[in-house]
């Protein structure tokens, strides 16, 4: 089913964010709980994983009131990331279908900036990102297969 989501990055502190976020709502995290970008294959052309930040945060999530989605990252500046309040929260939106999550992709970023194309990528999902022509961030996740 459809649904929207916030996604938040952080610096390097997600984890303990979201721990004391599940200790305001409850709750476990969702999946099999925190994803670390250690577990993460080799990007090709991407440079290595640095020792230092494969223990941190790809991707966890938590359900929070009324079924609402909190999500979070680690984007630290070895990764070419520079967190600030504006680019540190994106809306996700999780449509049912590829067709309605192209269209809805195509149209937020026209006269914005397409940070993602839209791909499957290796978790399964066909993703992509955008910033709109307000600035507002944008994240798309489908899991549809082709």
């Known amino acids: 089913m459809a649904s929207v989501g916030t996604y938040l990055n952080f610096p390097r502190n997600t984890e303990e964010a979201f721990n004391f976020y599940k200790s ?17 294959p080799p990007q090709e052309g991407a440079p290595p994983l640095a020792e230092a930040d494969k223990n941190l945060v790809m991707h966890v999530g938590l359900s929070i009131l009324g079924g609402h989605m909190l999500m979070g990252t680690d984007a630290p500046e070895s990764m ?67």
């Open 24 to 40: 305001v709502f409850g709750g476990e995290f969702t999946g099999d709980g925190i994803m670390r970008f250690g577990s993460m």
């Open 80 to 146: 070419g990331f520079k967190v600030a309040m504006g680019n540190n929260s994106y809306i996700c939106l999780s449509p049912d279908t590829r067709a309605e999550t192209k269209r809805l992709f195509d149209a937020l970023s026209t006269g914005g900036k397409v940070e993602m194309e839209l791909q499957d990528m290796f978790w399964g999902s066909y993703y992509g990102s955008c910033t709109d022509k307000f600035g507002v961030q944008w994240m798309f996740d489908c899991v549809e297969k082709a």
